[in-house]
């Protein structure tokens, strides 16, 4: 069984929590916080594999991680988890974001946190392994995905014009703007 | 209405949605907390709305801002209504939030029941999915009784991705509610041959999480798994059946035999690294449960042995790591074969991770002979001179003790040696606590050995010289402790008695125990020098010398610590009079017929001794002491009234009438809990060392009323213990003699001892257990386990024997009377058998190779008694290892 998923990122800041198992908020957060500082702590050419930490488990834990870039995935789970396999499904998981996000990167997560439980849905149910053959996943997400779109069809317009306006940022986009140093052209202008 | 509508539509065009709260907690990281405490307040705002998708937006933000932590439990009845939605895109923003912030005990979730039950049979396959993932999560005791019958009819559905996800469900079911799986098993049995892949690896793996806390149960259902493992290329489904196999294989040693073949197959064949390794960890499984009868097994450990190296010596660390850990299983039964690589496990300890050199270590302790122990040994300690980071050096430190000492030094040929390692070791630098441990095994080989104990003294009065003479602090504080106290004890064995008892006196600022230690030592020193100087009549030196050790004893009196204090102002006393003693035996006043330093050394005479661990409850019980009477007469009410009141009697003192019915949080406990209770307090007592277990006869009566009243049995300590302390010291004394005078044998035969003794006194179910897992044999550890076994464990719940008649055949109720009564006579014979164990090894001190006997018959006897008409059929299948490749 896996116990908890966690996702975050050079900073220990949580991308994505999935916990099987029943955590109050803030054990939640100390394991999050527990599980970043074994993790972090650990060069990239030493194995992926550690004693599971004091918070989640106990002996029977372990967690299984792997650091892509600027992200750590790590999954908690128990003895009856083959541990190269684990290793190898945290892979179909990253690939399977990769392909619905295309090139997928931590901004991805950030801002769709709610597409990434959908995917990571597909790929374990309850903290069992529900599919592991990625074509498979692909088709799901995508079915669902068209499900929704249909649904959203010429009512979600207004909405989406109105959340186009607002990714563009226009308070951001204004304070950008360049205006030339005024006090600096003034100077440099030569009497 | 329209026109509300409208608004409300328009308004919600500028309503914040999760990309805008993402951005804002971003925007603001300086007052995070405060801008999400206004986008709370905003939160609440949208949910007030009667708009299902303003409410699923919220609801979107809300399980996002509990990711960073914030509790949304609050917003529990908004986010059943998004459940509700008929759309699938709120839905699943609702299905979503339920998941991650509903548990099992949330007290909506009774609402949710028809929602789910509808979701679960609804046209779209995707909308039942949603619901199955999602209940997955939270599922409870009510929904699992109240939608196993729906979730069971899914296991039928036309569609695969229903099937798939049903089947898993079921097992959430099951942990909940554990009398579905009777019923529902013989769907999940044929799931394992389902047409689609996905569904067989669901069911895989459901079976294999059943069959890992009760395997006996489905041992019936390896003819499947075999013909699945023999068919199948699915390498993520293989690694489960395997996994699975190695569980059942300690129960049916046939099977394993079985196994052997096809698995050396895959072993050879498969390419997948994950797949041949828990292939060779299940083929040691196997070796592990199968005499040694079986002809190629010395061939199946090698070629085990050979693929781990292989492993080891890849690059990839991970690899490195799972063959180090599987090399740690091998080791325990066949140290012979994982003996050969010692270079290869060496030079593991060598590796940057520390992962795999604290694997490498463990590797070690089983390694090392009479032979290379001091090779071994040298080598962890270059390592020591080499290791940077505290806590690999403790490690190393920890484990050359553990080495060194395992077994009560069985190894250490040379005692001298072994000396001369730790007073090296004492020597480096090391974390706080390691002094202690170094110390402690200083005084134990002391103890223990007497024929080291001159040239542990000279090591330690050295080690005191060093300290006295260099003013920085390369000893450590914690073995000084040992070499004071050593040197002190020992007086005897010393050669320069009085220039060790100057460099004692010259002790700098030490922390209280040792310092106190150090005072302590002085004494007894002086003692032993005073009678040296007193038979050669030089009374002047030893006034001298009181002089000397009065002044130091002085500083030592004004030290802030109590123990320093005490010690330092008794001992001043005692030098006091000494000396009064000797002036007046100078001045020929004395009587002369005792020597002075004769009445000092009486007072410390005796020698300590070590004392055994299990003394304690090698203490017979007195007559007349009967322990199952009570010690303050039980309260009436607990045997006279109802459950229902002994418990308003326990919580509720006052206010009974507000309390009462309607706001209590502890339900009213039924007959299961109170039973279950009952056994997770047994389990704590037998695992918790301080409470002294109580006698078989007690332990069996079990439907006594007894446990329910905690105090009673808490007293019963009391009482025990003054009596005991008394009786092993007497015990203790005895046996001393007798233990040092061979050292090295003395460990195996003082095992028998105790264990046979711990049978004359009918020990607890601790020892039982130990014994137990010496002999790991199928039944037995499994009855003991379904009697004594965890009991938060869900599964316990779940060892219920599928190969009865299913449900709708036979009553469920006599199916369970049947179950009990077997369990009943099962567990009685095993008593039975288990004494008879007893009583023969008791009468013979080769109780091991009685015990396999033993064992053999047993095995036999269950191979009798197992039903074997699925299980021949397996014996035909043929396993052409070609098919893997």
Redesign the interface.
Known sequence: MIKAILVFNNHGKPRLSKFYQYFPEDMQQQIIKETFQLVSKRDDNVCNFLEGGSLIGGSDYKLIYRHYATLYFVFCVDSSESELGILDLIQVFVETLDKCFENVCELDLIFHVDKVHYILNELVMGGMVLETNMTEILTRIEDQNKLEKQEAGIAAAPARAVSAVKNMNIPQQIKDIKLPDLPQAIKDLKF | MALKKVKG?IE???DK????L??GI?NNKENEAKYISQCMEDIKQELRQDNLSVKSNAI?KL??L???????SWAGFNIIEVMSSS???LK??GY?AAS?SF???SELLMLTTNMIRKELNSQ?Q?ESGLA??SL???ISTDLARDLSNDILTLLSSTKP?IR??AV??M??VFLKYPEALRPAFPKLKEKLEDPDP?VQ??AV??V??LA?KNPKNYLSLAPVFFKLMTTSTN??ML??II?LFGALTPLEPRLGQKLIEPLTNLIHSTSA??LL??CINTVIAVLITISSGMPNHAASIQLCVQKLRILIEDSD??L???GLLAMSKILKTHPKSVQAHKDLILQCLED?????RLRALDLLYGMVSKKNLMEIVKKLMVHMDKAEGTIYRDELLNKIILICSQNNYQFVTNFEWYVTVLVELAQMEFGSKQGHVIGAQLMDVCIRVQAIRPFAVSEMAQLLDVYSSTSQFTIMQEVLYAAAWLCGEFASELKEPEKTLRAMLKYKSLPQHIEAVFIHNIIKLFAHVMRGYEEEGQYGEILGLCDEICVKLGESLKSGELEVQERSSTSLIIVQIVKEEIEKVMGGTGEGENSVSGDLLALFTGELNPVAPKAQKKVPIPEGLDLDAWINEPPEDSDSSSDHEVFDNLFIKTEKSDYGNSVRYQPEPTEEEIRKSREARKYEQQNNPHYLKTSDVDKNANDSNIDNIPVAEIDLNIPLKVVGQKRSDKYLNMNASRKKTKKKNKKKKHKNESSSDEENANEGPVVEVKRDLELPEGATLSDSDSSHGHVDDPHRALNIDLELPPVYETPVKAVEAKEEEKKVKKSKKNKGEKEEKEKKKKHHDKGAKKAKKEKKEKEGKSKKKKPTSGYEEALGISTPSKEFQ
Do not use: P
């Not at chain 2, 949605?17 to 805008?20: G, Q």
């Not at chain 2, 509990?66 to 949304?72: A, E, H, K, R």
């Open positions: 539509n919600r065009m500028f949605n999760l990309t805008d993402v951005r971003r979107a399980t996002y509990q990711m960073l932590g914030y509790d949304i759309k699938f895109t699943r923003i979503l991650q548990h099992c005990d779209n995707y199955l993932t997955s999560c939270y991705y798939k996800k898993l469900m097992y959430k996905g690896s669901a793996n459901v294999c999480e890992r390498n993520w690694i489960k996994k690294m994950s390794y828990e660390q991970n490195k790591y799972l940057k991770d520390e992962s795999i």
